[in-house]
């Protein structure tokens, strides 16, 4: 078992196969008119150009933090100048992953088009398999990283000895800071963009100039499509990453601390190497779901995508069973408390239950048709006022289940498995994210087909049926959106315990005054980071909607078409002659690329602050405040933060839905509304607002959780508790046993005082008194290690 590490990459390269495979299969796919090709170059062509200027400007930080972490790493005691090295790599990996989906997505968007030209099926499967090109991918790139860092790291420190793997689990939590970082400057960067191209193009396109999405004659409609990519595709994908390798290496350090127990004595790295062997594992299940994503012609796309998803689930848990039980020593004991292989078994099932429960809650408050969207609508008849108070209601009240379904969540696995529970909690909720991203990214590519359709001047049936995977395609994204933020509480909850563990903190005393200001400080940080991202989306759109009003005024044949629009309500059968005429001579005249160029500056300009908002806090209140007073903040950021990400993602999603509901056609007391109706604006009112709480800062907030964990985590070895602080944080343990004897006078008393000495390890010193018949004798006992903690857990017991 000793040799498992040298077979962790197999998985890996055998995903990446897969995904070439299937990468290639798309790219032979017909990508139909020459018109469809030249739209679909000018997304691919801008979505390809932010993504340059955006890792040109995040190459510079990386650089930057790299030289830092290598000064940091040389100064202490058990870690090294080569957390640099698993930063960079962690980074590149975290690029890369976001790159490899936004490529095939532009290639699957024009193809998918093609193919609902004549089938659903053919449609669904060319969408399906760039998204599945994209979810192998990133967690093929996840396990070929970090397995390909600890057999390096083996190679020089030797994990197999307690030294070597202290100094090597403190290196490669480099790999998830390096993740972390990217995921969120992708995330708000791109969040950024597509929101300021899709708020232009609903606020002047639908709403004062009337015309539907995504028509050729809306300046910002390619800049809004870009924006899918770059937000949707590459940001969720560099996310996704982000949380995948940062709840494997959480759990890994919380297991390094069996290392020495005398039940890990046959397979020392067990409760190390699992959660890498769990996301290896999960890649070859993932793998086979896909081939099990089929639909026929009028047939329910979300009932194969759910096929693929739970046939590869259920392969999951049958393969973790197998590896917990064979990793993991039947029983074990630590800190007074006994652990079971069965145990962690449970834990990683509650992991998954409840990432599917916060889903399909999710789903409820947000789907198309629901009891609370068909609230939001009905409360639209009366202006737009009435809806976005609507919309806030329900992001709110929605923030109720999912919280106690991850508090119920975090109890079990804490009572099952403890801190190691929660974090293979959160392994097992992401063990699938290969499938899962999957059909996530198949959700932006379908929005695309449809939207290269309607610029395209294809046939109605064709929108209709991009439109019918589209819809599936809003349903897995809010099913998707509560797995990430579920996984994000369990995660960051898991690299905190991690932080603790680093840090020699034992617990948190919140009565501490420097605590109790770190939690207030980071209950704010949510607030402050939404703030930024939301006022970056603000000044980003208005930018685009002076642009787009600029050509609709100044562009005389563009005028022209317009007018034409309105004229006949967007539908130009009606036309003339002479008027279809004037409408086809303003094909293409819009000026597309000045829209793009907007989003792009816009986006590298504001991301900063609030990324580095992020990065900096912990740092500045790790090395000012101490290691407690982080550890305050870092619970404050994670109750709020996973509050404000539910209550953003599920407002903006049900705003979302509210308004294609009104734009299907909905009856409202007996009277029926459709687009353009006083309703209908109303609705894209609110869908404007809520865009940039589902697309920007609530997706966001997921990732700001843990990477100011991780951050805590890095520079654990830094601000340590000392000697003395670990004292003031240990409690004496009295323990009296009084016996009395009729037959003989007999009273025995026990007290059993427990410290920490200077190198901090426990010890347990036993003074027993014994009376009998008014003679006194006493023993003193010392214990030390382990046998506290057995002393410990049974006078618990």
């Not at 015309?211 to 809306?218: A, F, G, Q, S």
């Not at 959700?443 to 359709?453: E, L, Y």
């Not at 294809?458 to 439109?467: F, G, H």
Request: glycine share 10%.
């Amino acid at each position: 078992m000793e040799n498992l590490i040298y077979l962790l990459p197999l998985a890996g390269v055998i995903g990446i196969l897969f995904m070439f495979y299937k990468s290639a299969w798309v790219t032979k796919q017909e990508d139909g008119t020459p018109k469809m090709r030249i739209i679909a170059k000018h997304i691919a062509d801008g979505a390809l150009a932010f993504l340059k200027a955006e890792y040109k400007v995040l190459s510079i930080f990386v650089i930057a933090v790299a030289v830092l972490l290598i000064f940091k790493g040389n100064s202490e005691e058990n870690s090294s100048g080569l957390v640099a090295l698993s930063f960079v790599v962690g980074a590149f990996m975290s690029a890369l992953a976001g790159m490899i989906g936004m490529r095939i997505a532009t290639k699957a968007n024009v193809r998918t088009t093609h193919a609902a030209r004549t089938s659903l099926n053919k449609a669904l499967e060319v969408a399906f398999s760039g998204g599945s090109v994209m979810g192998i991918g990133v967690v093929s790139l996840g396990v070929i990283g970090l397995s390909s860092l600890l057999l390096i790291y083996d190679k020089i420190y030797d994990v197999h000895t307690e030294n070597g793997l202290i100094i090597v689990m403190n290196i490669i939590s480099g790999f998830s800071l390096g993740a972390s970082s990217i995921a969120l400057f992708a995330r708000v960067g791109g969040g950024i963009y597509t929101k300021a191209a899709d708020v232009g193009a609903d606020l002047v396109g639908k709403v004062e100039a009337g015309i539907p999405e995504d028509h050729p004659l809306n300046p910002a409609t390619i800049a809004d499509n870009v924006g899918d990519n770059v937000g949707d595709v590459a940001g969720m994908g560099a996310d996704l990453f982000e949380s995948f390798v940062g709840s494997i290496i959480a759990t890994m350090v919380l297991g390094a601390i069996f290392f020495n127990l005398d039940a890990f004595a046959d397979f020392r790295l067990g409760a190390v190497l699992l959660p890498l062997s769990l996301a290896a594992t999960g890649i070859i299940t993932s793998i086979i779901g896909t081939f099990f994503v089929r639909v026929k012609e009028g047939g329910d796309p979300q009932k194969a995508l759910n096929l693929g998803e739970y046939l590869s689930s259920a392969l999951m848990i049958a393969a973790s069973y197998f590896l917990i039980m064979n990793f993991l020593p039947e029983t074990w004991v630590f800190d007074g408390k006994e652990f079971t292989a069965i145990g962690v078994f449970y834990a990683t099932i509650i992991g998954l239950i409840a990432g599917l429960g916060v889903g399909m809650i999710t789903e409820y408050y947000t789907g198309t048709g629901t009891r609370p969207v068909f609230g939001i609508v009905k409360q639209s008849v009366t202006g737009s006022a009435t809806n976005i108070i609507a919309g806030l209601g329900v992001g709110m009240i929605s923030t109720a289940i999912p919280i106690l379904l991850i508090a119920t969540a975090i109890i079990l696995s804490f009572h099952f498995a403890g801190l190691y529970g929660i974090a293979i909690a959160a392994v097992g909720m992401l063990a699938n994210t290969g499938i899962q991203l999957a059909v996530d990214a198949y959700g932006p590519i379908s929005d695309n087909a449809g939207g290269i359709a309607e610029m395209s001047e294809l046939p109605k049936e064709v929108r209709q049926r991009t439109d019918k995977l589209d819809a599936v395609g809003n349903t897995t994204a809010a099913i998707g959106k509560g797995f990430a933020i579920a996984s994000a509480a369990l995660t960051a909850l898991a690299l905190f315990s991690a932080f603790m563990q680093q840090a020699n903190i034992n617990s948190i005393d919140i009565s501490k005054s420097q605590v109790m200001a770190g939690l207030f400080v980071g209950g704010m940080l949510p607030f402050v980071f939404s703030a930024l991202s939301m006022g970056a989306v603000g000044r980003a759109a208005m930018s685009m909607i002076q642009e787009v009003r600029r050509q609709f005024h100044e562009i005389p044949t563009l005028k022209d078409a317009l007018e034409i629009m309105r004229k006949y309500d967007a539908d130009i059968s009606k036309a003339t002659p002479e008027e279809v005429k004037i409408f086809e001579k303003a094909d293409g005249v819009a000026e597309y690329e000045k829209c793009v160029d907007i989003s792009t500056k816009a986006s590298l300009r504001e991301m900063l602050l609030p990324g580095l908002l992020a990065v900096a806090s912990p740092v500045l209140v790790g090395f000012i405040g101490g290691a407690e007073m982080l550890g305050g903040l870092l619970a404050g950021v994670t109750v709020t933060g996973v509050l404000m990400a539910i209550f953003q993602s599920n407002a903006g999603g049900a705003w979302d839905n509210a308004k294609k509901m009104i734009e299907e056609g909905v009856t409202i007391d007996g009277v029926e509304y459709n687009k353009g109706s006083a309703p209908h604006k109303a609705t894209v009112v609110g869908d404007t607002v809520g865009d940039p709480f589902k697309d920007t800062s609530g997706p966001s907030l997921n990732i700001l959780l843990k990477l100011m964990s991780v951050v805590a985590l890095v520079i654990a070895p830094s601000i340590p508790l000392n000697v003395n602080e670990m004292k003031d944080q240990s409690q004496d343990v009295m323990i009296e046993i009084r016996e009395n004897s009729n037959a003989v006078n007999k009273e025995i008393t026990k007290e059993v005082e427990v410290t920490v000495n200077d190198n901090g390890e426990k010890i347990a010193v036993i003074k027993k008194k014994e009376v009998l018949n008014g003679k006194e004798t006493v023993e003193i006992d010392t214990l030390r290690g382990n046998e506290v903690e057995k002393l410990i857990k049974k006078r618990k017991e």
